[in-house]
Nanobody
Framework: QVQLVESGGGLVQAGGSLRLSCAAS????????MGWFRQAPGKEREFVAA????????YYSDSVKGRFTISRDSAKNTVYLKMNTLKPDDTAVYSC?????????????????????WGRGTQVTVSS
């Protein structure tokens, strides 16, 4: 089973940019659709973006569309989330997830149950 480790979080001013990385172990990385989620203090985890196993299809939540870009590099077994024009409301712990279970075909919906492997997350803090 794939294992996931996120990196790239930090403190940034509003309007700034960050790129998050999610490194995956395992030989079957390309068979997993991948997603990014975030959870702010006191709030439920929410869907941010998803990408198909081939990398050819991407999906975004309305709150980040046009500002965030998800991508993947199969040679490096890594998924990225480039975040531009960051806002204080983007402050959260960002986690990547892999969709490899029986509900993996629902990865594009952002449904949490479509994902069966999760990283521990990386903190992103946007100051005003």
């Amino acid at each position: 089973q794939v294992q996931l480790v996120e990196s790239g979080g930090g403190l940034v001013q509003a309007g700034g940019s960050l790129r998050l990385s999610c490194a995956a172990s395992g030989r079957t990385f390309s068979s997993y659709a991948m997603g990014w989620f975030r959870q702010a203090p006191g709030k439920e985890r929410e869907f941010v973006a998803a990408i198909s196993g081939s990398g050819g299809t991407t999906y975004y939540s309305d709150s980040v569309k046009g500002r965030f870009t998800i991508s993947r590099d199969s040679a490096k077994n890594t998924v990225y989330l480039k975040m531009n024009t960051l806002k204080p409301d983007d402050t959260a712990v960002y986690s990547c997830a892999a969709a490899g279970g029986s509900l993996r075909h629902l990865y594009y919906t952002g449904r949490l149950t479509a994902y069966d492997v999760w990283g521990r997350g990386t903190q992103v803090t946007v100051s005003s």
